[in-house]
């Protein structure tokens, strides 16, 4: 399967221009602070004439961590304790050596630390901390009414919210929320606790109090360059260039910019390379939006056609192969219909141990989410033709060849066709989920808009990806009316 999908991909030309040497793939998690490091990364390489691919926003460590053993990227930022912890199951005391040799096994290494240290923390709104006497993590445990809003990652983590809970003590009702979100949900008093990160720039907007990790719970996160070590010496020599030049202060500063400021990424991480020397563009890199929506649409488009193509291909020809039999035809159908029932973003995740990430995993999903109508359409339309017609095909003598091509097909295509025109419109809607395992497409404006707290970036995947939804549907009306003669048309 993956060698098939690989040759149907390299049938396809791709949105983005490949440069005749090999770019440096960066990558980046999806929250304001690691998009900005990444794109310090990536403008950094480029005023040095490297090469760069950018591929931002993949869902969480494991994403992005899978995606670097697998070869899909070459480097991104990350932080010492959630190397410790999460990627190597050690301890939060971890020493950098151990952390060395532990990645030196997967054939990782980490650069030298950028300066600052992005710790966890716990942050309530600036009232709510004084009319409830909150100054440390272990008074919340006298609060259990309050509402806790955390990050999916964060409440997942040993190093998060289960293991705070074990050593704090605590009982606290709590939801799943994205991190860019969280900080307007307790301005609006929807939730009162949530995780944050010690750097973040929302929190003087919101003007939100940091509660004493009075317990040493949570380690040290220096933000390094985690990257592969067979990664060029010299790329390595330039991205250590950047060693030691943010402080906690700074890497605020620069947080708030983007969240508050609403300055792009590109240009504020333009803006910090130029005011330390390590480059001299004034302008940043960051594409126009027309550039961008043309990028993603043409992205988007690639993994919902190269699905929908395999789909019907597997699909109805799966159906021919078994709608003479009841029980065959049931037992594909439940299988097909167990598949549907996985949530989307978990059938994502459970490609990337098989697949990886990037556009197949992504385009398997599709194809798998994309089967169920298809078989279902198909093999009710077969199964449920007039008997008269088939006693009247085989009174002219016709072979069950000659009945399926002639008489039974030209019956059910109105059916499969509605199959066809559902999983595409399905196709479209969970394709902007790829985002999140850097398939790119329409969703990457969403996931990024979501990280950043911006509608404006939400909008810009939200409505062409309902609008191919609209054009979709008018396509397949023309379709039909093309390919179904009209006396078929009106009789059903």
Request: charged share 15%; hydrophobic share 45%.
């Amino acid at each position: 399967m993956k060698k098939l999908l690989g040759s149907v991909l390299a049938c396809i030309p791709l949105t983005q221009a490949v440069a005749a040497d090999a770019p440096i793939i960066i990558g980046s998690k999806n929250f304001t602070e690691s998009y900005l490091l990444a794109e310090m990364m990536a403008q950094l390489l480029e005023t040095r004439g490297v090469p760069v691919q950018r591929q931002f926003g993949f869902g969480g460590t494991k994403v992005s961590f899978e995606a670097l053993v697998n070869g899909e990227i070459d480097a991104y930022p990350e932080y010492s304790g959630t190397i410790a912890q999460v990627i190597l199951d050690g301890d939060s005391d971890m020493s950098t050596a151990d952390i060395r040799a532990g990645l030196e096994t997967m054939g990782l290494e980490i650069l030298a630390p950028l300066g600052f240290n992005n710790t966890y923390a716990v942050a309530v709104a600036a009232d709510v901390a004084e009319a409830r006497q909150l100054e440390k993590i272990s008074d919340l445990s006298l609060h259990p009414d309050l509402r806790g809003g955390f990050s999916h990652e964060f409440r997942n983590r040993q190093d998060g919210w289960p293991g705070l809970v074990e050593s704090y003590g605590l009982n606290l009702n709590t939801s799943g929320i994205e991190h860019g979100l969280a900080y307007q949900a307790i301005a609006e008093r929807k939730i009162d606790v949530t995780d944050a990160y010690s750097t973040d720039g929302e929190l003087t907007r919101y003007n939100l109090v940091l509660l004493d990790d009075n317990k040493n719970y949570f380690p040290s996160y220096l933000a390094v360059p985690l990257v592969r070590r067979q990664l060029d010496l010299s790329a390595k020599i330039i991205l250590n260039s950047m060693a030691g030049r943010l402080t906690d202060a700074r890497m605020r500063e620069l947080n708030a910019a983007v969240v508050i400021d609403k300055l792009p990424i590109a240009a504020v991480a333009a803006r910090f390379l130029q005011s330390e020397g390590l480059s001299d563009k004034r302008s940043s890199t960051d594409d126009g939006m027309w550039t961008q929506l043309r990028r993603n649409t043409l992205r988007h488009l690639q993994l919902t056609i190269i699905a929908l193509v395999m789909a019907c291909l597997a699909g109805t020809g799966l159906s021919l192969a078994v709608y003479r039999s009841g029980r065959a035809a049931g037992l594909v159908l439940y299988l097909a219909g167990l598949i549907q029932t996985v949530p989307s973003i978990a059938l994502l995740a459970l490609m990337i141990p098989l697949l990886g990430v990037g556009m197949l995993p992504a385009i398997v999903a599709l194809f798998l989410y994309s089967l169920l109508p298809i078989l279902r359409n198909a093999i009710t339309a077969l199964t449920t033709i007039d008997p008269v017609y088939r006693r009247v095909a085989e009174a002219m003598g016709l072979t069950r060849r000659q009945q399926l091509r002639y008489v039974l097909m030209p019956l059910a295509y109105p059916h499969i066709l509605a199959g066809i025109r559902t999983a595409a419109v399905i196709s479209i809607g969970t394709a902007t989920l790829a985002a999140f395992i850097g398939a790119g497409g329409l969703g990457e404006p969403i996931v990024t808009g979501l990280a950043l707290n911006n509608t404006s970036l939400i909008l810009q995947g939200a409505i062409p990806a309902a609008l191919l939804a609209v054009a979709t549907e008018i396509a397949f009306s023309g379709l039909e009316r093309q390919m179904i003669p009209r006396h078929i048309r009106q009789s059903q």
